[in-house]
């Protein structure tokens, strides 16, 4: 409920400042960073109740692990990505989508679309968009650097591990998945749903 009323009023605030920049005929983009930088929400608390499962890599459980969290959903997963290459993942989110699973993605555009020198980025974005799943890439950022899967508004799996080979072969990473606590995946949703609102591409398949 904190974070439902810090919603609320920074959503009032916002139309407030909207409202005055109409009145003073100040250019919407102007406007829209005053929004912005007066809107700078706090840290979210939330209770420690579920599970926290935790690995590591190279080839230390953590990509197995993050392939546990998006097993685990049934209804909805949203997905934020900087690299988006690694198969398993892929194949993951593909079968969720196969079960009836709702799939979203977010993913950083400049990583996988501007700059995938290798096309793997491409062609694993592409592949879930043919499949229906819904993928969109953001390039407001210097880098769109967020790890995070959220499974049935229920279980959050975050950490530094990037969706790709290297993670799990090469790289030492830490993947956490925090299991049946709400008010995490509530949070994170809440930062999922502002980047999905700045995507500016459509999927590869369409205009990337």
Sequence with gaps: MRLRSKIATTTIVAMLLLLFGAAMATPLNQVLDIVEKAIQPAAVKAPATGEIEIAFSPNQGAEALILKAIASARTDLRVMAYSFTSSPVTAALLAAK?????????????????????????????????????????????????????????????????????????????????????????????????????TTRQTPSESL
């Design 98 to 198: 196969k079960r009836g699973v709702d799939v979203y993605v977010v993913a950083d555009y400049k990583h996988n679309a501007g700059e995938d020198r290798s096309g793997k980025a491409r062609a694993a974005l592409s592949a879930l968009a043919t499949a229906g799943v819904h993928v969109r890439t953001v390039d407001k950022y210097a880098i769109l650097h967020d790890k995070i899967v959220i499974a049935d508004k229920l279980h959050t799996q975050t950490g530094s591990f990037n969706y790709s080979a290297a993670a799990a072969k090469s790289n030492s990473e830490n993947v956490l998945v925090v299991w049946n606590n709400p008010r995490v995946a509530e949070a994170y949703l809440g930062h999922w749903a502002s980047r999905w609102r700045q």
